[in-house]
């Protein structure tokens, strides 16, 4: 019964029942000065008693693990993305199984739209037909689609210097676009504030429980697209958290269920320009006037929203963190479009880019999964970056043929 799902606050532990307001846990939001780390981020607890209740056909059955029926959710068809086994990319390192997870291929383009999905049928059972979000572009982009796969209302919080095809996607989706003069740390809490005083559902990312809840499905997919055999270093993304947190929410679910037997080694890779999580999670550091820049747009956040718990999380599961920069992350891009014909966008070859920094320590025989959450198409001002545009020929068939550069 979906009436079991309960929230755990991760700051104190407190136990809620699911309920459409609560968002934080009302005894830590107090303490949650603007522009900080979220206190009292809400997760979602599985019901005592459901691992004894499910067939194994039912387990195969995600729905059956998130807290809203399946006949809330929009018609849409989310997650379910391909993993491809990376065999160029083996030859050359000598790894023997390397698999890339490509979360650009959701509906728009982006690994957000797990928990957009979740969402949007959480405000549909609650009879909500508005949602608010902030976003530095995907969540914006993948909210605005969902909802209108869904009929709902979507209100988007963007800096304005967002990558113009995340901003057009909300446009043809038909979203109120609030384009806002500042950053995303400012969109996040003006996003709040019209939340609040509107009375509609916020979709904020960690601020939402349902956005963890709904990015863990992808560890689910790992496992059965798998077939028990394990994974022993997952790289992925990190600006706000979130992934992390649901990554690692999917996997440890899945022990509980008993359909798992170890969590694999889970790599988070920061831009060593935008590193709030990096830095709390290795130097125990906050640095609350952090000013990110890299050109990974989707993983350039100051203050990271999720970061107590991302923290948290990653430490319980013995995870690691690392840093690579704007140059290995152009290099990783343009690197793994050559090598595996899959063009993501600059914060999810951050993943790439992490192991190939990391490959010399671990041992080849390891199975690595590569989470690569958004496509490379939404952001080509970056990727020209790492191209270079051929000059036009004349157009004279032997003229080409003498002057094209065969290399
Ligand atoms: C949002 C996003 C990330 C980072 O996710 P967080 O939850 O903010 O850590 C990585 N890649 C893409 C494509 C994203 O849209």
New binding site residues.
């Given amino acids: 019964m979906k009436e079991d799902f309960k929230y755990k606050c991760d700051s104190c532990g407190r136990i809620y029942g699911i309920e459409k307001d609560l968002m934080l846990c009302p005894h830590c939001r107090e303490d949650n000065p603007e522009g900080r780390p979220l206190k009292g981020v809400l997760k979602v607890m599985l019901p005592e008693g459901l691992k004894q209740s499910l067939n194994e056909k039912e387990k195969q059955n995600i729905f059956n693990f998130l807290p809203v029926e399946e006949k809330y959710f929009p018609s849409i068809s989310v997650g379910n993305t391909p993993l491809v086994e990376a065999e160029n990319i083996q030859k050359e390192s000598g790894f023997q199984s390397i698999y890339l997870k490509f979360d650009g291929s959701n509906p728009t383009g ?3 739209d797990r928990a957009s999905y979740l969402v949007s049928a959480f405000a549909k059972k609650n009879n909500i037909n508005e949602i608010v979000v902030a976003s ?4 914006a982009s993948s909210m605005a689609g969902i909802a209108a796969a869904a009929g709902q209302k979507a209100f988007i919080f963007m800096p304005e210097s967002a990558p113009k095809a995340k901003l057009v996607q909300c446009l043809q989706y038909g979203a109120e676009l609030i384009p806002v003069k500042g950053n995303y740390d400012r969109a996040f809490d003006l996003s709040l504030k019209f939340s609040q005083r509107k009375g509609f559902l916020s979709r904020n ?1 960690a601020y939402n429980p349902m956005t963890i809840e709904g990015k863990k499905t992808v560890s689910f997919e790992l496992n059965s697209q798998l077939q028990g055999k394990g994974i022993d270093y997952l790289f992925l ?8 947190s649901g990554v690692i929410k999917g996997f440890t679910d899945l022990k509980l269920m008993g359909m798992l037997d170890r969590i694999p080694k889970i790599i988070g890779v920061q831009s060593d320009k935008s590193s709030f999580v990096y830095n709390a999670f290795c130097y125990n550091r906050f640095e609350f006037d952090y000013k990110a820049s890299t050109i990974a747009d ?2 350039s ?1 100051n203050v ?1 929203r ?1 970061c107590y718990s991302a923290v948290k999380d990653l430490k319980d599961v013995e995870g690691e963190m690392t840093l690579v920069s704007d140059e290995e992350i152009l290099y990783a891009q343009n690197k793994l479009s050559r090598m595996s014909g899959i063009f993501c ?1 600059p ?2 070859a951050a993943s790439f880019a992490g192991f190939l920094k990391l490959s010399e320590h671990i041992p080849k025989n390891k199975t690595v999964v590569l989470l690569l ?2 496509h490379g198409l939404k952001d080509i001002d970056s990727a020209l970056k790492s191209v270079k545009f051929p000059k036009a020929f004349e157009a004279d068939i032997d003229y080409i043929i003498d002057n094209l550069n065969l290399q």
């Fill in positions: 982006s690994f957000k530095t572009g995907n969540a990312t993304p990190v600006g706000d958290g979130v992934v992390l989707s993983i956040v990271a999720n966008e914060s999810s959450t958004g």
